[in-house]
């Protein structure tokens, strides 16, 4: 699940003419202009060691301070930040009538390295990465970041941007270096939250582990 976590602190996307600079402070930027949005996105995770491959398609929600990541595929699970706590379900796999794990955290400033998308759509990507390198590519542009605290949980990250200011892809090395890769297919912008989608209450006979 953290790398989940990591995913969801470079999730923006934004449109603007194909003069604007590529940069992604203007991507970051433009998101704050909807309140709602939400994600449709397939995350591919290559395990170097093993030599294989998995897809989870899903749907990342986002709004102000909150978000919710539904991820699908061969393991089924939701991660979802209603503003003070970080709820992780697993689901168990289909054919078994049992209830989710579940994990709750409590979000504080010993945990803030956890999840970064709220200063990072409040603040400039500056206050949390640094760019190492950019290379210009067919149609967008890959920017190469590090973050600045050392206990980051990822120390590899690259940020596809495209010529219209919208980021297309996210790629990063996890905890125990799997590559993970955030294609984004489709970004829906509203100014109406639902007012269920950052809720979470356990489900009955759910064990939830408290961090």
């Known amino acids: 699940m953290k790398s989940l976590i990591i995913a969801v602190l470079f999730l923006t996307i934004s449109i603007f003419g194909a003069s604007t600079v590529v940069s992604p402070n203007v991507a970051l930027d433009k998101l704050k202009d909807s309140p709602f949005v939400t994600l449709e996105v397939l995350k591919k995770v290559k395990s170097e060691l093993m030599g294989s491959e998995t897809q989870s398609p899903g749907k990342i929600y986002l709004a102000k ?5 539904d991820s699908e595929g061969k393991d089924t699970s ?3 930040f209603d ?17 989710p794990q579940v994990t709750k955290t409590k979000m504080g400033p010993k945990s803030e ?3 970064l998308l709220n200063s990072l759509l409040q603040n400039k990507i500056e206050s949390h990465f640094t760019i190492t ?8 542009t890959r ?5 600045t605290e050392k206990n980051q949980l990822t120390h590899s990250l690259e940020l596809v941007i495209q010529s219209d200011n919208s980021v ?13 890769t955030i294609t984004i297919n489709k970004v829906i912008k509203s100014k109406k939250i639902p007012s269920e989608i950052f809720k979470f209450s356990p489900p009955k006979g759910s064990q939830v582990s408290e961090l």
């Open 113 to 115: 390295n956890q999840l």
């Open 143 to 147: 920017f190469f970041l590090k973050p």
């Open 65 to 69: 301070e909150r978000f919710r990541w």
């Open 83 to 99: 503003g003070s706590y970080l709820w992780t379900i697993q689901q168990p796999p289909k054919g078994f009538k049992i209830p």
């Open 133 to 140: 390198k950019t290379v210009k590519e067919k149609s967008s």
């Open 168 to 180: 297309s892809e996210i790629s990063y090395k996890d905890e125990i270096e799997n590559r993970i």
């Open 78 to 80: 939701s991660l979802i």
